[in-house]
């Protein structure tokens, strides 16, 4: 069983940053692979950064140089750091581990980037 609990977020002007934390707990080291995903009102859920203990990592086409993610191992922690953001990345953003087959969530966190 995996327990993961999100911070940061919040409301953003345009051009802003900001930075997503996911503690993971009782540890990171198990997992496989870790993500962020975005939710936006009337959309389906999307992936928009994944790394993988393998040191694989995957961006969605609308963050790529814009977006990126990270982990600190030694303190069971996943960031996802967005700089340059745009209206369009208005969304409930969530943190996702993946062990084996098995899937674990965070709670979801709101980003508002508007004027």
């Known amino acids: 069983q995996v327990q993961l609990v999100q911070s940061g977020g919040g409301l953003v002007q345009p051009g802003g940053s900001l930075r997503l934390s996911c503690a993971a707990s009782p540890s990171i080291f198990s997992i ?39 982990v600190d191992i030694p303190k069971n922690m996943v960031y996802l750091q967005m700089n340059s953001l745009k209206p369009e990345d208005t969304a409930v953003y969530y943190c996702k581990a993946q062990k084996t087959i098995a899937e674990y969530w965070g709670q979801g966190t709101q980003v508002t980037v508007s004027l």
Do not use: C, H
Request: cysteine-free; aromatic content about 16%.
């Open 32 to 70: 496989n692979a870790m993500g962020w995903y975005r939710q936006a009102p009337g959309k389906q859920r999307e992936l928009v950064a994944q790394i993988t203990w393998g040191a694989s990592f995957n961006y969605a086409d609308s963050v790529k140089g814009r977006f990126t993610i990270s």
